[in-house]
């Protein structure tokens, strides 16, 4: 396995980037644009973009910016997207590195990210990507997944 990206063997999850959610995240705006980057490159060099909505019936939709660059976007109710049943068999085969971007880092980003390491995937920490409602908590959760904390 590789430290770096390959674009045939990965895969881009955008984890909860909510219409209700977001007005609470710090810099919402920043990350929000850096995941849609993330999303256009991603699809120009051939790597799915898979999307997660966590409760959508109470935090509403993903961003529709966001949510039409998806492949797909799965529903969630477990803050480990992992955890919800029939969710990695969605991951496309052969491709073992994930880059994981949204919100909230302290909660199911990191969790989605720890769970896909227990389960053999490289989860590659897209920091600039990922945002909270509190910078203490996108910054721990940063440095428990091994990244550094973008600069804000």
């Given at each position: 396995m ?7 063997r990965?895969?881009l ?9 977001l007005?609470?995240?710090?810099e919402?705006?920043s990350?929000?644009?850096r995941?849609?980057?993330l999303?256009v ?8 973009v898979i999307g997660t909505?966590?409760n959508?019936a109470?935090?509403?939709?993903n ?18 997207a992992v ?10 085969e052969?491709r ?5 971007a949204g ?17 053999g995937?490289?989860?590659?920490w897209a ?5 909270s ?5 996108r910054?721990?959760?940063?440095a ?9």
């Amino acid at each position: 396995m590789t430290l770096l990206c390959e674009a045939d063997r990965s895969v881009l999850l955008i984890v909860d980037p909510q219409t209700r959610l977001l007005p609470a995240i710090h810099e919402a705006d920043s990350v929000l644009e850096r995941c849609r980057q993330l999303a256009v490159a991603a699809r120009e060099l051939g790597v799915p973009v898979i999307g997660t909505e966590q409760n959508p019936a109470g935090l509403g939709s993903n961003v529709p910016a966001l949510r039409e660059l998806c492949a797909i976007t799965v529903e969630k109710f477990h803050f480990a997207a992992v955890d919800e049943p029939g969710f990695l068999a969605r991951l496309p085969e052969g491709r073992r590195s994930v880059v994981i971007a949204g919100c909230e880092a302290h909660v199911c980003v990191l969790q989605t990210g720890l769970r896909l390491l227990e389960s053999g995937y490289a989860v590659k920490w897209a920091g600039d990507a990922v945002g909270s409602r509190r910078v203490v908590d996108r910054d721990s959760a940063g440095a428990r997944a091994g990244q550094p904390a973008p600069t804000s």
